[in-house]
């Protein structure tokens, strides 16, 4: 088994309603359904601390392959096998792909915007909130790309759009949840919507997952790009 707490190296465990608790870290009390089987506590805030080292590495890529460049961000060590860290280097990759396939974007500003928003999204919501934060991240990428706000009309119907198609696939799995698994199908829909709403096409590989031991709850050959299922 892997080792999944951030400090003190022990299988997560999730509870059904709130409780207050303190980060080991930074000492900050805030209320969670996420700790440790020893009752550890690590706040989203310190668990995606260097975050923003992401800005530098897209500001610096060229690729127009949005699943290549999340591969480098998930290989970085601020990226763990879960975590809200994921909510942010979805949209980051796919807006830095969209860029160097000819998107109409100041790839700096909207990479600093998918910061910000991508931090609100906290770890747990795919099972908490019912809306995984790939999928999430993946509509506020449509979102920033077309400038959406609430009195949008088209964009606004467009971001809504790309959630809903990136969590439909994300769901049809079922879970447990992988964040691997769910930032891959996220992107890989948001390919195919981008080409056909917005007439850009970025770049597409084959995925087969080479992290399958690090997940303890790891679905195995129901996962689309396990070694095994890919091979049949």
């Given amino acids: 088994m892997q080792e999944e707490c951030l400090i003190y ?56 392959n949005p699943i290549e460049i999340m591969e480098k961000l ?34 700096e500003s909207v990479l600093l915007e998918m910061q910000s928003r991508g931090k609100k999204v906290p770890g747990g919501t795919c099972g908490f909130w019912g809306a995984c934060g790939a999928g999430i991240s993946s509509g506020m990428f449509i979102s920033i790309i ?34 691997k698994r769910d930032s891959y199908l996220a992107i890989l829909t948001a390919i195919q919507f981008v080409k056909e709403n917005l007439g850009v096409e970025m770049g597409y590989s084959d995925i087969i997952c080479q992290r399958s031991t690090m997940n303890n709850q790891c679905i195995k050959e129901r996962c689309p790009f396990n070694k095994r299922s890919n091979n049949q």
């Fill in 9 to 64: 190296k022990e299988p997560l465990e999730y509870l059904e309603q709130e409780e207050l608790m303190e980060c080991v870290i930074c000492h900050k009390k805030e209320y969670s359904q996420t700790k440790c089987i020893k009752g550890h506590y690590v706040c989203n805030e310190c668990h995606i601390k260097g975050i923003d080292s992401i800005i530098g590495i897209c500001l610096n890529e060229t690729s127009k």
């Fill in 74 to 107: 998930m290989s970085l060590d601020i990226c763990h096998m879960h975590g809200p860290e994921h909510h942010i280097m979805v949209g980051s990759a796919l807006l830095t792909a969209y860029k160097n396939a000819g998107g109409d974007i100041d790839l």
């Fill in 146 to 179: 077309t400038k959406s706000t609430p009195l949008s009309q088209k964009e606004w119907g467009l971001s809504n759009q790309m959630t809903s198609q990136a969590l439909q696939k994300i769901g049809e799995i079922d879970g447990p949840r992988c964040c």
